[in-house]
């Protein structure tokens, strides 16, 4: 599977949209880009998943480049619940067994 | 339904001491999973299992043992437990084949002193 880069933290305001970015640029042709969330020592939780093409659910938006080398997750008007660890992972179509890094901590600030 | 359900949700043990964590989807899932989360680090694939009577081993299976009898049930077993084992243990299902979505459980908060 492709390694992935995020930033260990980042702050949101309330209300306002958050943008959190992955680097994947060893990412190959057919893996796909994944996210989970995880809140405060909760089980994670699914958000969203992308092969190419930009992706929108209920809960978030998923922003790949062209070169899919990266990619952001937005949530649009981020709440206090949204303060989460959120973890950005490649992998192969039918791979099951998902890696885990240490994620980005996102805090959303009233 | 319940979804993913994990007992116990804490668990002190002494070092050799054996227990069972229990795991039990009730989403007629295919496939199941255990991983360990140390403090600050990301979750660690332990065991899973494709279906019924199928696991394989993950990235960390040295001192646990599980298996599959049935496709809602899938226990980790933990044999002569070390201090090296103190973790937070989550089970997750999903449908597999393709589907990636994994569904976790809340959680299995183990000691070993």
């Known amino acids: 599977d492709a390694k992935t880069t995020q930033p260990p933290s980042m702050d949101c305001a309330e209300g306002r949209a958050a943008n959190l970015p992955c680097n994947h640029s060893?990412?190959?042709?057919?893996?796909?880009v994944y996210w989970y969330r995880q809140i405060h020592s909760q089980g994670p939780q699914y958000i969203i998943h992308g092969l190419k093409n930009n992706e929108t659910n209920e809960m978030a938006s998923l922003i790949i480049t062209e070169d899919r080398k990266s990619s952001t997750l937005i949530l649009p008007h981020a709440t206090l619940r949204d303060t989460a660890v959120y973890y950005c992972i490649v992998t192969n179509f039918g791979n099951e067994k998902l890696t885990f890094g240490t994620g980005t901590r996102l805090t959303i600030i009233p | 339904n319940a979804g993913v359900t994990q007992t116990p949700k804490f668990r002190i043990l002494k070092i050799g001491q054996s227990m069972t964590l229990q795991c039990a989807q009730d989403?007629?899932?295919?496939?199941m999973y255990w991983y360990r989360q140390d403090p600050g680090m990301g979750l660690k694939l332990i065991y899973y299992?494709?279906?019924?009577?199928?696991?394989d081993k993950g990235e960390v299976p040295n001192g646990y043992n599980v298996s599959r009898s049935t496709t809602e049930d899938f226990p980790l077993r933990l044999e002569l437990a070390a201090p090296s084992q103190t973790s937070v243990y989550f089970c997750?299902?999903?449908?597999?084949?393709?589907?990636?979505?994994?569904?976790f459980g809340p959680g299995t908060r183990l000691t070993v002193t």
């Open positions: 997750a299902s999903s449908y597999g084949l393709g589907y990636s979505e994994q569904y």
């Open positions: 299992s494709v279906g019924a009577g199928i696991t």
């Open positions: 989403m007629n899932h295919n496939y």
């Open positions: 060893t990412i190959s042709g057919n893996e796909y």
